[in-house]
């Protein structure tokens, strides 16, 4: 009786179902490697709006953390790549050294790779190209204009010093950068915008940067030593916003008095913002932070495009400075819960085609602040 019973059950499940749900294809899978810990300020807010697309975009995400090691990085999308059950696509930094050997491993896999966050060398693209050349399965690669990054926060950093000191005859700067080298350029370039924002300001000068780690507690220690070589360096030029926030915190044990420090920094975290807002910080440059979530919005169009018309991506994204009045535009968003809602279709190509008969009126992606602001007034998610 009982197996009657199950078999008129199934029977009536798959009569009421509709067939496209019975037989739905499960989401794609993407594996995203975070370059950082897991408690990274600005990595988490990468994974965040990473998790909102993917969501609203019907593709099923997983996580896993470099732990700020490059070479651990590399190894976990190794090993994603060579299970059974691998991930239909890969997201991570861009780390010049070990994309070779990944490319490889990936179009021996059959894994599609896309990857953010870092400039691509020169001597880079004369080894592997660019997306799509020298290998099919490296869809895309988006990467911030970091030097832009660097020369806003620098820039706000001298006017605030010549509003708060207008008889210092010249404005004295301290930076504390990421390590410079070849696995990623962001503090390459970071150090180029401000040393470009230094060439344009005769009354102000670097008095030393230090560039030789990522880690927080190593890149602001020389802050100390640094303050009793030169006494008059008041602007703390920071690569981060984690950077900054530990350098004020330095002072404070220092015993040193805060208001006669200007800091800034870059990436535009959730603590960076409400550092602004409290005064602690000048600014905090970002936007960044959405490139996951775009690189969910690449993923979705390789998936709906016809295969006539998917082209690899290669594109820099916008930066933009924060002061009080975006930061407060950027806390309602948050608060509202907009990022979340948001319908990401909006920015695909797939959704620009089913509207527009003519391919020509595309002009590519909107991968910019601005353009995020325009998507969210006209889905009516952004509040008065």
């Known amino acids: 009786m009982n197996l009657c019973r199950q078999l008129l059950l199934l029977l009536l499940l798959t009569f009421t179902t509709p067939f496209s749900e019975l037989y739905a294809a499960p989401p794609a899978t993407v594996l995203f490697i975070s370059p950082a810990h897991d408690d990274d300020l600005f990595w988490q807010q990468v994974e965040a709006t990473m998790r909102h697309a993917a969501r609203g975009l019907g593709l099923s995400l997983q996580v896993s953390y470099g732990n700020d090691s490059p070479l651990r990085a590399a190894s976990l999308a190794h090993k994603a790549m060579s299970r059974q059950h691998k991930p239909a696509f890969i997201v991570l930094q861009f780390n010049g050294p070990v994309m070779p050997e990944l490319l490889r491993h990936a179009e021996r896999q059959q894994v599609r790779l896309l990857t953010i966050n870092s400039q691509q060398s020169a001597l880079s693209r004369q080894q592997i190209g660019i997306p799509g050349q020298t290998y099919p399965l490296w869809l895309a690669h988006l990467w911030p204009d970091d030097q832009l990054a660097g020369r806003l926060e620098a820039e706000a950093l001298l006017q605030a010093a010549k509003t708060r000191w207008p008889e210092q005859p ?67 030029w920071s690569a981060n916003d984690a950077f900054a926030l530990r350098l004020r915190e330095r002072l404070k044990q220092a015993g040193k008095p805060l208001d006669a420090y200007l800091l800034a920094g870059i990436d535009a975290t959730p603590q960076g913002l409400a550092a602004v807002e409290r005064g602690e910080l000048v600014t905090t440059i970002g936007g960044h932070f959405m490139e996951g979530a775009w690189a969910m919005v690449l993923i979705y169009d390789y998936l709906h495009l016809p295969a006539a018309q998917w082209q690899p991506v290669y594109q820099q994204t916008g930066m933009h400075a924060f002061d009080r009045e ?39 992606y909107p991968f910019t602040w601005q353009a995020l602001l325009a998507t969210l007034q006209q889905q009516q998610l952004l509040t008065p």
């Open 170 to 236: 010249v404005v004295s700067l301290l930076a504390f950068n990421g390590a410079i080298n070849d696995v990623s350029l962001v503090a390459q370039q970071r150090s180029q915008g401000m040393r470009q924002a230094l060439r344009g300001q005769p009354d102000a000068a670097l008095a030393q940067e230090f560039a030789e780690y990522w880690n927080v507690e190593k890149a602001t220690h020389p802050l100390t030593a640094a303050l009793q070589r030169y006494p008059e360096a008041t602007v703390l």
């Open 326 to 364: 975006q930061i407060s535009l950027l806390r309602r968003i948050t608060e509202s819960g907009a990022l979340a809602k948001l319908d990401y279709r909006a920015m695909t190509r797939t959704a620009f085609l089913a509207k527009h008969s003519s391919r020509t009126q595309w002009q590519g």
